[in-house]
């Protein structure tokens, strides 16, 4: 039986303990607000947004896990990605779940709705391509598979971009927090194109962050261009200075800049503390 918080041997982990537990927070946090009246006047749809949000996030943070490992040169580390990724997969299907609940479990409604409006298609899509990949992650199924496997689950990282393209179209009007997302996958997705011997090293995270910027800066532009009549320019314009606050491509920045300091730090105390081990041997 597959245990959550032990490895295959059995041998009890508490990273995995951790996380296991970590994944339920904001599920509890929905839940409490609903039952305390908190989520009024339409908890149904602070539901749907919540798992919205979180299930996106949750696929991110399995996205984010390979770069981190290799970048802390944490390689226990990836024995979460699979509970993290399945975690979204929990919170996609519950999304489903409260979209239903909102049509009154009519059937032929929600079946209808999806079919007739864009970003819900999209989202179904994404959706059954995320089930796909979770029903194929048993080890059973990894060990079948063989190569196939790793093919079929390069597939998550369309699925994110239609998730995160779901995101953009359901947000009206300020998409300030799609684009954010969008411009950390950027910067995942570029590092995953790098060489291995790049990622392992030091100088390319500056470069990560001076690119994943203005790619984000850029998505910006786009959406603002292609499905909205505001001014794409003066969109763009904003980002120059910070008289209007943090931008998304700046907070990208932000995020690109902390990494350079997890990698250096790292680094450091790999140096440092070789000599010291040596000593106390
Ligand atoms: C059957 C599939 C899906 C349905 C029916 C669905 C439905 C919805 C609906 C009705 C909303 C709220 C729209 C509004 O406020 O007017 C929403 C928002 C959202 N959905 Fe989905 N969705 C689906 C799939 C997905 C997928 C695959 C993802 C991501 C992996 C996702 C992530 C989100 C996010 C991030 C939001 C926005 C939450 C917020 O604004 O705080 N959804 N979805």
């Not at 049509?103 to 409006?117: A, G, N, P, Y």
Request: net charge positive.
């Amino acid at each position: 039986m597959i245990v959550p918080w032990r490895d295959r041997r059995g041998k009890f982990l508490p990273l995995k303990a951790a996380v296991f537990v970590a994944v339920f927070v904001p599920a509890c946090f929905y839940a409490y607000a609903w039952i305390v009246g908190a989520a009024q006047p339409r908890p149904i749809t602070e539901a749907i947004w919540g798992t919205g949000l979180w299930a996106i996030r949750f696929f991110l943070i399995s996205l984010a896990i390979t770069p981190v490992a290799r970048m802390l040169q944490w390689p226990g580390l990836l024995l979460v990605r699979r509970m993290v990724g399945l975690t979204g997969l929990a919170y996609l299907v519950a999304h489903l779940f409260f979209y239903t609940m909102d049509q009154k479990f009519v059937l032929t409604t929600v079946v209808t709705e999806i079919l007739s409006r864009f970003y819900l298609t999209i989202g179904f899509v994404a959706l059954l391509g995320f089930a796909a990949l979770g029903v194929t992650s048993t080890n059973a199924m990894i060990k079948r598979m063989g190569r196939w496997w790793k093919r079929l689950h390069y597939a998550t990282y369309g699925l994110i971009a239609m998730g995160v393209f779901h995101y953009f179209i359901q947000v009206k009007a300020n998409v300030s927090e799609p684009v954010f997302v969008a411009g950390l996958y950027v910067w995942m997705m570029l590092w995953r194109a790098l060489p291995m011997g790049w990622q392992r090293g030091v100088a390319v995270y500056p470069a990560l962050a001076v690119v994943a910027a203005p790619a984000t800066a850029g998505i910006e532009f786009a959406w603002y261009a292609v499905a909205t009549n505001i001014n794409p320019w003066r969109v763009l314009a904003v980002n120059e200075s910070l008289n209007f606050g943090l931008r998304p491509a700046h907070c990208v920045f932000i995020a690109g800049v902390v990494v350079v300091g997890l990698v250096v730090g790292r680094r450091l105390a790999a140096r440092f503390s070789g000599p010291m081990l040596a000593r106390s041997a």
